[in-house]
């Protein structure tokens, strides 16, 4: 039995009522750990802690080099222990191995990316008028609360620690109630390289308290948060007492588009793993695929046909596809979205069930699942549904696809499927949407930026914009010939 316990001022903590919350293996429904329910006045302790630390300049004063050899060292030692790494994240969080494993290397490439960007030059001068000359510095913005969802475990909390370290702030961090295990690896990784006590602070605990606390606290100056929209929604009224700024990466319902002229085996197999990878449960999965009407039927057979034959198990069976959603509430919720789009009048083309056979009995499987015969304004069509379930529609031309496309509250991810170079650009310029593809889907990089128009989010993580979002910009206008003004006469002279 894993015990797991938070980070404050450098110190590993119980919560201060001595709670604890199960954590539970998705694919058999185990208890695997016991994590501190942290409360209110933890989040306030760790809070004074990180406010202290950066008032006291402990890090923030550093020369840029010296913090950038911390996070080197991270890197180094999430490699070193990437397999044990891996093993956690598939137990806490239901993935495969095989996605588990990627997600541990981009951990490690992602601190790797901030220590080298956060020591490259980055202000900017300008040519004013004589004498003054003026310049541009960046700074850390102090205290930053960083609050994840539970689908990427790790890696979306170092897309924010990295970055947010990088620049000088301290910080505190809350990963999901329902996956903490790898979060709290990170955290003593942490510790092992020795970053200064203070400047990362971790606290478990449900969202409406801590992460409550943490939005709405004035002694914090940034919150930047991954999860679902309507979570967003809250955080940024939270902040909006206390003006500070908020960066937000939320959901999305995004469209794959395939144009008749594109080679349909590769459309194919990149829109099943658009949606089934992750087991769905990414935000920017291709969980809307709309098909040129002349290769619909074409497309759905070749699509359905592979869609059953992906293995559904346990993350940790080499064997397996794809892994279980996260908790039992998650599956109950993919499972109405099922049956609200039968009730809806769409048709099931695959999958449509809770797998409980074969030894899944206990843990949260759902076959992947496809929908066709799906009107604009379903409600399947419309929200996320987070899981391995996918509509496909049918647009008769360009100008249809791009309408379909952008009729959602949604703007994070899509796609454009077509041997046609200057019809894909076209298409993926006037897509509503952050992060784009041609040809591909879901590849990204830590060098490029990632986030959402419209109900998507606010902000950009990744890439030289995601440590903007961590950083102020203050301007400095030096006099260079150091003499007065003159404007008011000098009744004395
Ligand atoms: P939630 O919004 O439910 O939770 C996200 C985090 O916010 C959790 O740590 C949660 O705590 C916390 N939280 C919940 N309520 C509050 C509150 N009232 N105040 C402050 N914090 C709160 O999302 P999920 O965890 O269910 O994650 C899935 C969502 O995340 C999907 O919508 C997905 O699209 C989105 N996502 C977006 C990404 C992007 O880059 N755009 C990337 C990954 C996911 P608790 O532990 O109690 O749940």
């Known amino acids: 039995m894993i015990e ?28 695997i750990a016991y994590a501190p329910e942290g409360t209110i006045k933890d989040a306030r302790e760790a809070i004074d802690v990180a406010r202290k630390t950066f008032d006291e300049g402990i890090w923030s004063d550093l020369p840029a080099v010296e913090r950038a050899s911390y996070l080197f060292k991270i890197a180094g030692k999430i490699e070193e222990n990437q397999e044990e790494l891996t093993r956690l994240e598939t137990l806490d969080n239901g993935k495969t191995l095989r996605e588990a494993g ?68 301290t910080i505190v961090f809350k990963p999901s109630e329902i996956t903490p295990v790898t979060p709290k690896k990170l955290f003593e990784i942490m510790d092992e390289v020795g970053i ?7 606290v478990f605990g449900a969202g409406p308290v801590v992460g409550h606390e943490i939005a709405a606290s004035s002694k914090v100056d940034m919150v930047s948060f991954t999860g679902g929209t309507k979570t967003g929604k809250h955080i940024m009224k939270m902040a909006a007492d ?32 658009g949606i089934y990878s ?62 609200i789009g039968q009730q809806e009048g769409a048709k099931i083309a695959a999958g449509g069930n809770r797998i409980v056979s074969n030894g899944l009995e206990t843990g949260y499987f759902v076959e992947p699942t496809v929908f066709v015969d799906v009107q604009q304004d379903m409600r399947i069509v419309q929200e996320e549904i987070f899981g391995p379930v996918v509509v496909i529609q049918k647009f008769k031309d360009e100008e249809e696809a791009i309408k379909l496309a952008n009729d959602t509250d949604y703007g994070l991810a899509g796609a454009v499927f ?25 590849p990204t990089y830590n060098e490029a930026p990632w986030g959402g128009y419209k109900q ?7 890439g030289t914009f995601g440590l903007e979002e961590f950083q102020e910009i203050k301007q400095i206008n030096i006099n260079l010939q150091v ?3 003159g404007w008011f006469a000098n009744k004395n002279e």
Not at 8 to 26: D, L, T, Y
Not at 257 to 266: G, H, N, R
């Open 4 to 31: 797991l316990q938070m980070y404050i001022n450098g110190e590993w903590k119980e919560s201060s009522n001595h709670e604890k919350r199960p954590i539970v293996n998705p694919a058999n429904g185990e208890v």
């Open 102 to 169: 990627y997600d541990i290397l981009d951990a490690a490439a992602c601190f790797r990316y901030y220590a080298g960007l956060i020591t490259k030059p980055d202000g900017q001068t300008y040519h004013v008028a004589d004498p003054m000359q003026a310049m541009v510095v960046r700074e850390p913005i102090g205290v930053c609360g960083l609050i994840v969802p539970w689908n990427y475990p790790l890696l979306m909390s170092v897309w924010k620690i990295a970055p947010a370290l990088a620049a000088g702030n």
């Open 196 to 202: 200064p006590k203070g400047v990362a602070n971790m």
């Open 242 to 273: 206390t003006m500070k700024k908020v960066s937000l990466e939320l959901g999305g319902k995004s469209p794959n588009i395939i144009f008749a002229d594109s080679d349909l085996e590769t459309s194919v197999d990149y829109a099943l793993f």
């Open 278 to 339: 992750g087991a769905g449960q990414v935000c920017s999965a291709g969980s809307r695929i709309l098909v040129e009407e002349s290769v619909y039927d074409e497309f759905v057979n070749q699509f359905v046909e592979r869609a059953n034959e992906i293995k559904v198990g346990p993350g940790n069976d080499p064997d397996s596809e794809m892994g279980p959603l996260v908790s039992q509430q998650h599956l109950e919720k993919v499972l109405k979205y099922i049956e």
């Open 418 to 442: 077509t041997n046609d170079g200057a019809k894909a650009l076209r298409v993926i310029k006037k897509l509503r949407a952050g992060i784009t593809w041609i040809n591909a889907y879901h």
């Open 456 to 462: 998507s989010g606010i902000g950009r993580s990744l």
């Open 483 to 485: 003499e007065p003004i």
